[in-house]
C-alpha cells in the first residue's frame, strides 16, 4: 500500500506511471544498453519515474524477455554515483536498507552514521522486512552480524531496534507518561553516571505519541530538552544514535531534511548519505522532508542538489526531488505550519545562556599578578603561564589583575603583554584583558579603518548585542577615540546601510514581550513587496527589525511566514542586496538562533584552506562568557565535529593552547 502523510495523502514525490506496461519498459531498457555506449538519459527518465513495484515488474519482464539479470546489465553500463543510484532504486526497499547495512558492517570499520539512520527511522513492519531480506540476500541473521561488529550501550540500542517491538501509536500510556519523564530525568540529570538502560528501555519501546508526550513532560519537570540531557549524559556513537531516535520520534522528515543538508553543506558531498536518503524517502515522506527543508535551511532541497552535484547523476536526483519549492507557486502551503510547530517548540524551551569562562575560585589578584609579571620578566616570556592564568579568569577578575599590577609594579599590564607576545596569540591576550564593551570598540574601530570598510564585522558586532552591551560601546567607542560611535559610521558607510547601523548603535531596541496584534501588522508590512519600490520595502524592514523586541520579532517572523509560506530572509535575499541584504539577513539569524549564527561564523573562519583568524578570535573573546557553551553545543549538532577538535585540527601553538582554554572542552 503506498504510504500517506497528512490526512491520508500520499507524500512521496515518486507516483506509479498509468498505462504502465513492463514488457515495453524493458525493452526500452535493452535498447538503452544495446551497442556501443548506452542512452543515459533515457535509463534515468524511465527508472525515475516509475515506483519501485513497477520497477520489480520490469526486472521480472527483463528476464523473461531477454534471459539476462537487469541490475546486473545496469552496473555494467553505468558508472560512479549514478550507477549507485539507478541500481539503489531497482532494488525493494527492504533489500536496499539491507544492502546499505552490509556494506556499513564490511570491511574495515563500520559506518555507524548508516546503522543509525537506517535504525532509527524505520518502522516495525520495515525493521522485520530489513531483518527477512537480509536473511534471504546474504544467508545470515542480521542481529547477530551486528552484535559482532558493535560493542557497548550502542550495541544494546541497535539490538533493541533490530526487534521492530515500539508499540503502535495508538498505544498512549497516559499513567506512565509522566513516570517516564521522571525515570530518565532520574537515569540521567539527577543520578551520579548514567543509567543508560533506563533510556534504551524507554526510547526503543515506547511508541512515538507516547514519547512526544514524555519529551513534553520531560521538558516541563527539568526546564530543558530531553536532548540537552542526552548531549551532556551520553557520548560517541550512543550519543548520535539516541539523538537520531529522538529526531525521528519528533519529527522523521525533519531529521531526512537535516541528514540530506549536511550531505550537501561544506566542501565535498557526502554521496553515500545523498543516495540513501533520496532513494529510501521517495515513495514515503519526500514531500514533507522538501517542506522541512526549504522552512529550516531558507532555500529549497532541489536549488541545493542542483549546486552540489552535476552530469546524469544531478538529473536522476532532481527526478527524485521531485520539484522547486524556489519556484514561482511551488512551495507548500503545510511549509508554514512545519515552520509555526517548529518555532513554537523553542519558544517554550527555556535556553539558559552558558559560557565556558567562569570566575576561578579563590581568586588572588595580587597573586595572579606576580605570576603575569614572572612570566614576562628577563629573557625569554613563558607564555604558558601567561595563558593559564589569562583564560582562567572572568573579565572582572581580569581588570582586578590589571590595577593590582600596576599598583605592585607601577607597570601597565597591557603594554607588558603587548611588548612581550606577538601574532596571533597577542591579539587574543590583549583581547581578553579588555572589558567586553573596550573590546567591541576596538574590532569596530578596525574594520572602520584605512582603505575600505569590513562591514561584515560592522553587521556581526551591532546586529547581535542587547541595548546594555550597545551602549557600553558607545561609551567604550567615545573613551577610546574622542570621537562618537554614531558619527564613525555615519562618514565611513552611506545609504540604507548606514540608517541600518545607525539605527542599531543607539541601542534603543524594545525591550517588551510579544504583541500579537501588532506583530500581525509588522508582518503584514514585511511582506508587501508588491509596489516594487525598493528603498520602502528597506525602510519598512529598518522600521521594524531594528527596534523591535527579540521575542515580539520572532512572533513577527512566525505571522510572516504564515501569511506567505515563506522564511523572512528569504525575501530579504530575494528582493535586496549587498550588505543591506546581509545586514538584515544577521539580525533575522541572530533574533531566531543567536548561539547557531556564531557557530556558523565559526566554522566558516576555520572550513577549506587557511583560517580567518581575526574573526575566530572575536567571537572566541566576546562569547566566552556569554553563550560559549551554547555555541559548542549546536555547532556539534549542526556540523557533525566538536568546536574543539575543528580548533585543534586549523590552529597551531600557543595560539591553539588558549583557544582551547577558553572553548572549555571538547564535545
Not at 521 to 527: G, H, M, N, Q, R
Request: negative net charge.
Amino acid at each position: 500500500m503506498a504510504p500517506t502523510g497528512k490526512a491520508g495523502r500520499y507524500r512521496g514525490s515518486v507516483k506509479e506511471f498509468p498505462n504502465f506496461n513492463a514488457s515495453q519498459d524493458a525493452e526500452a531498457l535493452y535498447n538503452a544498453m544495446k551497442g556501443f555506449g548506452s542512452d543515459k538519459e533515457a535509463i534515468l527518465d524511465l527508472i525515475t519515474s516509475r515506483n519501485n513495484k513497477q520497477r520489480i515488474e520490469i526486472s521480472q519482464a527483463y528476464k523473461s524477455l531477454y534471459g539476462k539479470d537487469l541490475i546486473a546489465d545496469l552496473k555494467r553500463e553505468l558508472t560512479g554515483k549514478f550507477e549507485r543510484l539507478i541500481v539503489g532504486l531497482m532494488r525493494p526497499l527492504a533489500y536496499f536498507d539491507a544492502k546499505e547495512i552490509k556494506d556499513a558492517l564490511q570491511g574495515i570499520g563500520t559506518d555507524e552514521k548508516c546503522l543509525i539512520e537506517i535504525l532509527a527511522s524505520r518502522t516495525n513492519q520495515q525493521i522485520h522486512n530489513l531483518v527477512e531480506a537480509y536473511r534471504d540476500a546474504y544467508e545470515r541473521e542480521l542481529e547477530a552480524d551486528v552484535l559482532g561488529d558493535t560493542s557497548g550501550h550502542f550495541k544494546k540500542m541497535l539490538v533493541v531496534l533490530l526487534q521492530g517491538t515500539r508499540e503502535e501509536d495508538d498505544v498512549v500510556s497516559e499513567d506512565l507518561v509522566e513516570q517516564d519523564a521522571k525515570d530518565l530525568l532520574e537515569a540521567g540529570d539527577l543520578k551520579w553516571g548514567t543509567d543508560e538502560a533506563q533510556f534504551i528501555y524507554i526510547l526503543g519501546n515506547r511508541s512515538k505519541q507516547h514519547l512526544r508526550l514524555v519529551f513534553d513532560e520531560y521538558l516541563k519537570i527539568s526546564g530543558k530538552p530531553i536532548e540537552d540531557s542526552i548531549r551532556g549524559e551520553l557520548s560517541g556513537d550512543i550519543e548520535k544514535l539516541m539523538l537520531a531516535v529522538v529526531k525521528c520520534i519528533r519529527s522523521t522528515p525533519e531529521y531526512f531534511a537535516e541528514r540530506l543538508y549536511k550531505a550537501m553543506k561544506g566542501l565535498g558531498t557526502k554521496d553515500n548519505t545523498l543516495i540513501r536518503v533520496m532513494v529510501s524517502r521517495s515513495e514515503i515522506d519526500m514531500l514533507d522532508i522538501r517542506e522541512v527543508f526549504r522552512t529550516k535551511y531558507e532555500k529549497s532541497l532541489h536549488s541545493m542538489i542542483k549546486d552540489d552535484t552535476s552530469g546524469e547523476y544531478k538529473k536522476a536526483l532532481l527526478k527524485l526531488c521531485g520539484g522547486d519549492d524556489d519556484a514561482a507557486g511551488e512551495f507548500f502551503p503545510e511549509a508554514a505550519q512545519v515552520a509555526y510547530r517548529m518555532w513554537e517548540l523553542s519558544a517554550v524551551a527555556k535556553v539558559e545562556l552558558r559560557g565556558t569562562v567562569r570566575p576561578a575560585a579563590d581568586f588572588n589578584a595580587d597573586g595572579d599578578a606576580k605570576v603575569l609579571r614572572k612570566a614576562m620578566k628577563g629573557l625569554g616570556t613563558d607564555e604558558g603561564a601567561i595563558i593559564d592564568v589569562v583564560t582562567r579568569r572572568s573579565n572582572a577578575q581580569r581588570q582586578e589583575i590589571l590595577r593590582a599590577y600596576k599598583s605592585h609594579f607601577g607597570r601597565d599590564l597591557m603594554a607588558d603583554l603587548k611588548s612581550e607576545l606577538s601574532g596571533s596569540l597577542a591579539k587574543l591576550i590583549l583581547g581578553l584583558m579588555m572589558t567586553p564593551a573596550q573590546f567591541d570598540a576596538k574590532q569596530l574601530k578596525k574594520a572602520m579603518e584605512g582603505a575600505g570598510t569590513d562591514e561584515n564585522i560592522l553587521i556581526e558586532i551591532l546586529g547581535t548585542r542587547n541595548n546594555r552591551e550597545i551602549q557600553a560601546i558607545n561609551e567604550a567607542y567615545r573613551a577610546a577615540y574622542h570621537k562618537s560611535l554614531e558619527d564613525a559610521l555615519s562618514s565611513d558607510t552611506s545609504g540604507h546601510f548606514k540608517r541600518i547601523l545607525v539605527s542599531l548603535a543607539l541601542g534603543n531596541r524594545d525591550e517588551g514581550g510579544e504583541d500579537l496584534t501588532r506583530a500581525h501588522e509588522d508582518a503584514k508590512k514585511l511582506s508587501d513587496v508588491s509596489s516594487g519600490d525598493s528603498t520602502s520595502l528597506e525602510t519598512r524592514f529598518l522600521s521594524i527589525l531594528c527596534t523591535r523586541s527579540y521575542p515580539h520579532l520572532r512572533r513577527v517572523f512566525q505571522e510572516f511566514i504564515k501569511m506567505t509560506n515563506h522564511d523572512v530572509a528569504h525575501t530579504i535575499r530575494k528582493h535586496m542586496s549587498g550588505d543591506v541584504r546581509d545586514a538584515f539577513v544577521a539580525i533575522v539569524r541572530s533574533v531566531k538562533d543567536k548561539p547557531a549564527f556564531f557557530a556558523d561564523k565559526l566554522y566558516d573562519s576555520m572550513k577549506g584552506i587557511g583560517t580567518d583568524e581575526r574573526t575566530l578570535t572575536r567571537i572566541m573573546v566576546s562569547r566566552s562568557e556569554i553563550d560559549l557553551l551554547n555555541i559548542r553545543r549546536v555547532f556539534k549538532e549542526m556540523h557533525e565535529k566538536s568546536l574543539h577538535h575543528m580548533i585543534e585540527k586549523d590552529t597551531s601553538g600557543d595560539y591553539c593552547k588558549a583557544l582551547l582554554a577558553i572553548c572549555g572542552g571538547d564535545d
